[in-house]
């Protein structure tokens, strides 16, 4: 895996989502200076994420970077709020994002920005600073390309399990029930797709746990 992954900033001796659980803990210390750096280490697995539900569509809706930018200013304001005894943070900042991406997705052929410009707050002044980051670790990443290039091939239902249950640390009973399928049939695809996501190097990056 390359050394610029999402992981290659996790403290030492920690599993990917036991080390996003500590930088959560510092960030509720120090504030906003703290959720940027827990915002940087998700962002890419969020634009990704957006890529490929994206791409689901059959006509383009939306700029995936400017999903990221509301999510940034939603999450930033609400994440005094945040519980981390209710959910993970990164179930709490894709539901964020899933929010966002259905208000995108209500806007198609209607005209003027998603929401009201006196609900943009200060915190957008610090976007392109964390915009040019997510870049630069997109860029440097290989895995994120790679990922994204097999997923855009697996049948849609695969496609949307990895989704769920990769990127949206989703239960695989919750994925079932969205999927209309049966949760036998859910554990099936999901063992399937976690063994090919162990093989291709990608647990780090999906901060999977490490039990099925």
């Given at each position: ?39 940087e ?135 079932a ?23 291709r ?6 901060e999977?746990?490490?039990t099925?």
């Amino acid at each position: 895996m390359s050394p610029h992954s999402a992981d290659a900033d996790r403290p030492q001796g920690l599993s990917s989502p036991e080390a996003t659980r500590e930088i959560v803990r510092q960030a509720r210390q120090d504030g906003a200076a703290g959720f940027r750096a827990l915002y940087e280490r998700l962002a890419p697995s969020l634009l990704a994420w957006a890529r490929l539900r994206m791409a689901a569509k059959s006509v383009a809706q939306g700029d995936p970077e400017d999903l990221l930018q509301e999510v940034w200013l939603r999450a930033v304001e609400e994440f005094p709020a945040y519980d981390p005894e209710r959910s993970s943070f990164r179930a709490w900042i894709f539901g964020i994002a899933k929010h966002v991406l259905y208000e995108i997705w209500r806007q198609e052929g209607r005209r003027g920005p998603a929401l009201p410009a006196g609900e943009k707050s200060a915190a957008l002044a610090a976007w392109p600073d964390v915009a040019t980051t997510i870049r630069t670790r997109m860029a440097r990443d290989e895995s994120l390309e790679r990922l994204l290039k097999r997923a855009q091939e697996f049948d849609p239902l695969d496609r949307m399990l990895l989704l769920h249950c990769g990127f949206e640390d989703m239960s695989r009973p919750q994925a079932a029930r969205q999927l209309g399928i049966g949760v036998e049939a859910a554990e099936k695809r999901w063992q399937r797709l976690r063994a090919w996501i162990v093989e291709r190097r990608f647990v780090e990056l999906l901060e999977l746990r490490e039990t099925l």
